[in-house]
């Protein structure tokens, strides 16, 4: 049974840090892309990055490209995310989709592309 856990999220100041970690488990993700979604109260959840498991590709949301890294080591999704702002506020969740060889990552940007969800870990930005 697949399974993914989040952690990391915490409480930070506008241009702090925080690296999220996805620990993935249940099957091989040789064949799948693992992404990083976000949901504040009241909104959609939004696309914020994409891998596939290998790392040769990759895929950010515009408003995240020059400050948020993703990356994996061994059985866990990483995202680094710096010089935070309060818009950044949210719930950050995990998922994991079965790659489509037919279309590119950027095919990997909505939320109904995945298969399998983390719970979520809370990100707050604030003053």
């Known amino acids: 049974q697949v399974h993914l856990e989040e952690s990391g999220g915490g409480s930070v100041l506008p241009g702090d840090s925080l690296r999220l970690s996805c620990a993935a488990s249940?099957?091989?993700?040789?064949?799948?892309?693992i992404a990083w979604f976000r949901q504040a109260p009241g909104k959609e959840r939004d696309f914020v990055a994409v891998?596939?498991?290998?790392?040769?590709m990759s895929h950010y949301e515009s408003s995240v490209k020059d400050r948020f890294t993703i990356s994996r080591v061994k059985d866990s999704v990483y995202l680094q995310m710096n010089n935070l702002r309060i818009e950044d506020t949210s719930i950050y969740y995990c998922?994991?989709?079965?790659?489509?060889?037919?279309?590119?990552?950027?095919?990997?940007?909505?939320?109904?592309?995945?298969?399998?969800w983390g719970q979520g870990t809370q990100v707050t930005v604030s003053s």
């Open positions: 891998t596939t498991w290998s790392g040769g």
């Open positions: 998922a994991a989709g079965e790659i489509n060889p037919l279309q590119p990552i950027t095919f990997f940007t909505a939320a109904r592309r995945f298969d399998y």
């Open positions: 249940g099957r091989t993700f040789t064949s799948y892309v």
